[in-house]
């Protein structure tokens, strides 16, 4: 069974720009969560997909947003980037949201600059 | 508020020896914590788990303990083996809130780095 895959891996961008980052959960999956992974703040979580629907955000400004496809698949879009918008961002697929059967893709790495 | 502490950045430890990571947390209302690894360039992957009514979770080389007064937990590594060098995040689950159709309600620490030496 193919795990969860992200794309790209790495990305660079301008301060003022915007990003897109794609997640593709495990087949079957239908939960989808994003974390959003710094040196200083650790990992922290940005929000949740669930059919189509999203169940809950952190504490991230709007500019954070994304969607969820049919398939289960997700997008994470990052708007008017700022330098502390640097980081990994993680992905993370489970069956129902039962969070302790979470299972993560490898992150993209955002750097702007 | 950080609701799950690490306070150990790092740790380093002989291979063969027994690895401690602690974890603290001030969330009394979490239900399950995790342990999870990671590895540089890679998503981190579960370890162990361990409900909150119990006191005591083992897998393998890997028990973690559960001292629900103190507020705090450990991840013990019995024996320690070079390919355990990774950085270990504990974290606390909220089921409540997830039931009531929010998020997993994972809280992540910031994570510990742990080294095994030859």
């Known amino acids: 069974k193919a795990g969860v895959t992200q794309t790209p891996r790495y990305l660079i961008k301008t301060r003022g720009q915007q990003v897109t980052l794609s997640c593709s959960p495990i087949?079957?999956?239908?939960?989808v969560s994003w974390y959003q992974q710094t040196p200083g703040q650790g990992l922290q979580f940005l929000f949740e997909y669930f059919s189509e629907t999203q169940r809950n955000k952190g504490n991230f400004p709007g500019r954070f947003s994304g969607r969820q496809f049919s398939n289960s698949r997700s997008e994470m879009n990052v708007s008017t980037l700022e330098l502390g918008d640097s980081a990994l961002y993680l992905c993370?697929?489970?069956?129902?949201?039962?969070?302790?059967?979470?299972?993560f893709g490898p992150g993209t790495r955002l750097t702007v600059t | 508020d950080q609701q799950v502490k690490q306070n150990s950045p790092s740790l380093s430890v002989q291979e063969g020896r027994i690895s401690i990571l602690n974890c603290d947390y001030t969330n009394s209302m979490f239900d399950y914590f995790l342990w999870y690894k990671k590895y540089p360039a890679e998503g981190p992957t579960f370890l162990i788990s361990?409900?909150?009514?119990?006191d005591k979770n083992e897998d393998g080389r890997f028990t973690v303990f559960l001292n629900k007064s103190a507020k705090h937990l450990s991840l013990h590594i019995v024996p320690s083996q070079p390919g355990d060098s990774a950085v270990y995040f504990c974290a606390g689950l909220e089921l409540c809130i997830q039931e009531q159709g929010g998020a997993d309600g994972l809280t992540f620490g910031k994570g510990t780095h742990l080294i095994i030496q030859p």
């Open positions: 993370a697929s489970s069956l129902e949201g039962t969070a302790y059967e979470q299972y």
């Open positions: 087949s079957g999956h239908r939960s």
């Open positions: 361990i409900s909150s009514i119990k």
